[in-house]
């Protein structure tokens, strides 16, 4: 039993010694981004390191836009799950911060098909940089699930004490405080994201979003329906083209990235 502790011991050495010196980091660094750029969206990965047991440390994962920062992982770890090749399949899970929040899931493959599962929790959307591709401000804590296969994925997500503070829908400015938590669900193929519907809710006043967007475009529909008088006034003054009955309005959103 020593000596099959030892050389047990040995090969460990010689593989992550393999990993920790023969396989460049430079070399890492261009597969992980060469592999995530795609379609205009680029991926720079900042500070990273090689640990033991072929694990990966990032201090910052920055996407990009035609050269517009619009999101940043922090402190990313990446660590194989050995579990995964119990099922002959090849696995690793992650963990960083985004946002203020923090950024978890997993990722694997047996070579045919691909399973990823990702989960943020208490991101706060004042620390985005969406904003630079949306032109949008809003702030609020948001948490979402999201689980892909084969490119194609399903997900959830709620948003709590939400403010609008630069926010334009066909020309009119909505309210700072118009809806205070969202919550919905979507589905996503390749790069596109559909809405399958993500409720709103305010003072006196209800909505719905759906529809659909991708890199370079939004065609989204929103229904909002207001109950509080002074809304439905405001509402009646600003949106009366898009007014389709009585406290039921359905304006469309469509813009280009």
Do not use: C
């Not at 070399?27 to 990273?48: C, F, H, N, R, Y």
């Not at 996407?63 to 922090?74: A, K, P």
């Not at 919905?184 to 659909?212: D, H, I």
């Not at 475009?217 to 002074?230: I, N, T």
């Amino acid at each position: 039993m020593r000596y099959a502790l030892t050389a047990l011991a040995i090969l460990a050495a010689i593989i992550w010694g393999t990993w920790l010196i023969v396989v460049p980091r430079d070399m890492i660094q261009e597969k992980i981004e060469s592999s995530l750029t795609d379609g205009g969206i680029s991926v720079k990965a900042k500070g990273l390191s090689k640990g033991l047991f072929y694990s990966l440390g990032i201090e910052a994962l920055e996407v990009s836009r035609d050269g517009r920062l619009v999101l940043s992982v922090y402190d990313l770890q990446v660590l194989p799950t050995w579990s995964s090749l119990l099922r002959l399949r090849a696995g690793l899970r992650y963990s960083g911060e985004l946002a203020g929040g923090t950024l978890r899931g997993s990722a694997s493959t047996d070579g045919r098909s691909h399973d990823i599962m990702l989960e943020a929790r208490d991101v706060q959307l004042a620390l985005t940089e969406v904003y630079n591709l949306t032109g949008q401000r809003l702030e609020g804590s948001v948490e979402a699930y999201m689980k892909f296969s084969d490119h194609v994925g399903t997900g959830t997500v709620k948003a709590q004490q939400l403010r609008a503070l630069d926010v334009m829908v066909q020309g009119f400015k909505v309210p700072e405080d118009l809806f205070h938590t969202a919550r919905g669900a979507f589905n996503v193929k390749g790069n596109r994201l559909e809405v399958t519907s993500l409720a709103l809710e305010g003072e006196g006043v209800y909505a719905r979003l759906s529809g659909k967007l991708d890199p370079v475009s939004a065609d989204l529909k929103l229904e909002v329906m207001p109950e509080a008088p002074d809304l439905e006034m405001l509402m009646s003054a600003a949106m009366g083209k898009y007014k389709a009955s009585a406290g039921h309005y359905i304006i469309p959103i469509k813009q280009r990235f």
